[in-house]
T-cell receptor, first 112, second 114 residues
């Protein structure tokens, strides 16, 4: 039972264009969402997060949008760079659960 | 200077053996975690410790026993290894046990059970 879904296993984008990675969730109790990036043979690293009281959070080239009514969030990377090529995981927190629920990840390839 | 380190990086062993994976963090964090990433790439939490106390134990077989000798270390011991234990195991740490706190991950230990 996947509570956090990343339906696109992979995405390919040209350098300089926008990358949009999507994430859907089923549990309306989730109130905090995080994106992690993972390079091969390394552990995930934190990228950006958003609280359910907001609909947008921006950090440099990375912006996360949250649509609570649709239970959907997306990560935008503008402009995309080859170094952004990695697997991106969406994760959700249900407050007092004290654990993150992770999506399966989307592998992003940014082509020069 | 590695923030979260795990040893070994690779572990190949036979079914039925007992093995340990070590994890150390030098970030001064008070919470540490063990995650399992299986062949389907699901990243699932197994355990979390806060100040050496067990906070989360996620229906993991009792063949898996975490040990936290101090706040900076969380080791994972696995008894009677089975084929299904083959996976990548990640250690992580954070400041505070709320899961929305940024977690810092180690590089992972790839366990292969033959």
């Amino acid at each position: 039972d996947q509570q956090v879904k990343q339906n696109s296993p992979s995405l390919s984008v040209q350098e300089g264009r926008i990358s949009i990675l999507n994430c859907d969730y089923t549990n309306s109790m989730f109130d905090y969402f995080l994106w992690y990036k993972k390079y091969p043979a390394e552990g995930p690293t934190f990228l950006i997060s958003i609280s359910s009281i907001k609909d947008k959070n921006e950090d440099g080239r990375f912006t996360v949008f949250l649509n609570k009514s649709a239970k959907h969030l997306s990560l935008h990377i503008v402009p995309s760079q080859p170094g952004d090529s990695a697997v991106y995981f969406c994760a959700a927190d249900a407050g007092n659960n004290r654990k993150l629920i992770w999506g399966l990840g989307t592998s992003l390839a940014v082509n020069p | 200077d590695t923030a979260v380190s795990q040893t070994p990086k690779y572990l190949v062993t036979q079914m039925g053996n007992d093995k340990s994976i070590k994890c150390e963090q030098n970030l001064g964090h008070d919470t540490m975690y063990w995650y399992k990433q299986d062949s389907k790439k699901f990243l699932k939490i197994m355990f979390s410790y806060n100040n050496k106390e067990l906070i989360i134990n996620e229906t993991v077989p009792n063949r898996f026993s975490p040990k936290s000798p101090d706040k900076a270390h969380l080791n994972l011991h696995i008894n009677s290894l089975e084929l299904g234990d083959s996976a990548v195991y990640f250690c992580a740490s954070s400041q505070g046990f709320d899961s929305y706190n940024e977690q810092f991950f180690g590089p992972g230990t790839r366990l292969t059970v033959l």
